[in-house]
């Protein structure tokens, strides 16, 4: 299956600016180092969203029903601005009251 209303999908800048991209986030830092090491940057956040929405045409898994929505996982192999490439899962929820998909977080994937 496709993310639901994949192409109405929300990806907050500040998800990737200040939290993917960040060297000095508490827990975002930690992916920053991963996502640094395929060229990119905080400056450059929209690289980022690019790579995360190209992956919607992959398909997605159905995760937990929470209190605020259904989540989703969609994972792919991205290309980084660097040329390098790795696999990544982004997960994804439609809140309740909503019906558009809106980006949690993206990390490093297990290999195929």
């Given at each position: 299956?496709?993310?639901?209303?994949?192409?109405?999908?929300?990806?907050?800048?500040e998800?990737l600016?200040?939290?993917?991209?960040?060297?000095?986030?508490?827990?975002?830092?930690f992916k920053?180092?991963?996502f640094?090491?395929?060229?990119?940057?905080?400056n450059d956040?929209?690289?980022l969203?690019?790579?995360?929405?190209?992956?919607?045409?992959?398909?997605?898994?159905?995760?937990?029903?929470?209190?605020?929505?259904k989540?989703?996982?969609?994972?792919?192999?991205?290309?980084?601005?660097?040329?390098?490439?790795?696999?990544?899962?982004?997960?994804?929820?439609?809140?309740?009251?909503?019906?558009f998909?809106?980006f949690?977080?993206?990390?490093?994937?297990?290999p195929?």
């Amino acid at each position: 299956m496709k993310l639901p209303k994949a192409e109405q999908a929300v990806v907050a800048r500040e998800k990737l600016e200040n939290y993917l991209l960040s060297r000095t986030h508490p827990v975002g830092r930690f992916k920053a180092e991963f996502f640094s090491a395929l060229g990119y940057t905080r400056n450059d956040w929209r690289a980022l969203e690019m790579s995360i929405r190209w992956l919607l045409s992959a398909e997605a898994r159905e995760r937990e029903q929470t209190v605020y929505g259904k989540k989703y996982e969609v994972a792919g192999v991205i290309a980084g601005p660097n040329g390098r490439s790795a696999r990544i899962v982004t997960v994804w929820i439609v809140r309740r009251n909503e019906d558009f998909p809106r980006f949690i977080t993206a990390y490093p994937g297990e290999p195929e």
